[in-house]
């Protein structure tokens, strides 16, 4: 058997995988970085936690209702294409944000508008690029080639908060939307160098839009009947509605609890969530031959719950770098998690719709983020985090005791 060091050695020898791998860490270091400018523009132009959770349901809602859509076109379209499209879009999407900033033209519907326009792009694209992993590596290396793809990407979760708080600081907001505009021109040409290796799928032998809801609805059934597969699905969905978008509150939390006004303050918090990442990712690489994998995944959501009900009741600024870091290094370690067993156990002919559906989870963090805001109209942001992570902690509990294969697996 390969150590994983080894495995990473034969990943990394290997030219198209490599191309990805930084394709998508440039796509992350500017979604990240824009991310930071998006929450600090719509925080200071209404000091609001219900728009900051507005603007992210807006872009969730897109995602939701895309992603099954993205799937497909995934399973039936080539994979490099479908990213350099969707690539594109974000790109011109960065551009028109930056624009209307330095214009100091930027109105809220403007925000609503470019929000779906992403939901949509990055609905379609994070799914394709998770299948073209399946598709550039072998079998035996493919454990090993999430956790890498894992670890890279969450790095940037370090580096773009981070630069996005200095680049507000120095050069204004709008910097952090020419960056990801840049980033996703630069992602495009290492895309674009990738061989094909998907193999061709079959043509469609009804109509364009008969095919397209029939083969929807065939990932979904797919997916309900399986039973290892279903309670991951279960898993992912409650942890994106309820434990993935405190993140979009994080604006408010510095300048409700912390009292700050200091956007390098939200930058420095939102990286130490992304060292936590890092580290989370690098663990899961270093232990990429782990057994009992589901049980695992059960024991991570129900920590991840208590950290974040702790954040709910931490006041000051260092106490909640720490608590971020954990969060960030078990969400991490969730994530990757899942993506692993789904990667396993998901058949090849379903696995762009499944992946879609699973992408799905992340499109509900915003959903959240607008019931977490709406929630700080009746009581404390504190308050509303130990609500949060009492429910993801009790979902774990509940998921466990019903879905025994999981629990063993």
């Known amino acids: 058997m390969q150590r994983p060091h080894s495995r990473i050695r034969t990943l990394f020898g290997q030219r198209d995988f490599r191309l990805l791998v930084t394709s998508n860490i440039l796509t992350q270091l500017g979604q990240w970085t824009q991310q930071v400018g998006r929450g600090w523009l719509i925080y200071e132009l209404s000091h609001s936690a219900f728009q900051l959770g507005l603007v992210s349901f807006f872009s969730g809602a897109a995602m939701f209702l895309a992603a099954p859509i993205g799937g497909v076109l995934s399973d039936r379209l080539d994979r490099r294409k479908v990213v350099l499209a969707t690539q594109l879009s974000l790109a011109i999407t960065a551009i028109t944000l930056a624009i209307l900033v330095e214009t100091n033209a930027v109105r809220f519907w403007h925000l609503y508008v470019t929000a779906i326009a992403t939901g949509v792009s990055v609905s379609v694209n994070g799914p394709t690029r998770n299948a073209m992993v399946h598709d550039l590596v072998e079998p035996e290396n493919l454990t090993s080639a999430v956790t890498v793809n894992s670890l890279s990407m969450n790095a940037m979760r370090v580096l773009g908060p981070a630069m996005g708080g200095v680049l507000i600081g120095f050069l204004g907001t709008e910097s952090t939307f020419w ?11 290492q895309v674009a160098q990738i061989g094909r290796r998907q193999k061709a799928p079959e043509p469609s032998k009804t109509g364009v839009l008969k095919s397209l809801t029939g083969s929807i609805a065939d990932g979904l059934t797919y997916i309900r009947r399986d039973p290892f597969l279903w309670p991951l699905m279960v898993i992912a969905f409650i942890t994106g509605l309820l434990g993935l978008g405190f993140l979009q509150l994080m604006p408010a939390y510095v300048g409700e609890v912390l009292d700050s006004d200091n956007p390098r303050k939200l930058g420095s918090l939102l990286m130490a969530e992304g060292i936590g990442a890092v580290l989370g990712a690098f663990f899961a690489t270093v ?11 059960l024991i991570l959501v129900a920590v991840y719950g208590v950290c ?3 954040l709910g009741l931490i006041s000051n600024f260092f106490g909640a770098m720490a608590m971020l870091l954990a969060l960030g290094g078990l969400a991490s370690l969730m994530l990757t998690n899942n993506n692993v067993l789904i990667q396993l156990y998901v058949s090849e002919q379903y696995r762009g719709r499944v992946f879609s559906i699973y992408f799905m989870n992340f499109s509900l963090a915003p959903l959240g983020t607008l019931v977490a ?5 009746a009581v404390s942001l504190q308050t509303t985090f130990i609500i949060l992570g009492a429910l993801v902690t009790l979902a774990a509990v509940v998921i466990g005791g019903r879905y025994p294969r999981l629990r063993t697996g």
């Open 287 to 297: 232990t990429s031959g782990i057994q009992k994998r589901g049980r695992m995944l």
């Open 373 to 377: 805001g709406s929630l700080t109209k």
């Open 179 to 189: 960056l990801q505009a840049g980033c996703c021109i630069l992602a495009m040409t």
């Open 308 to 310: 974040l009900a702790l």
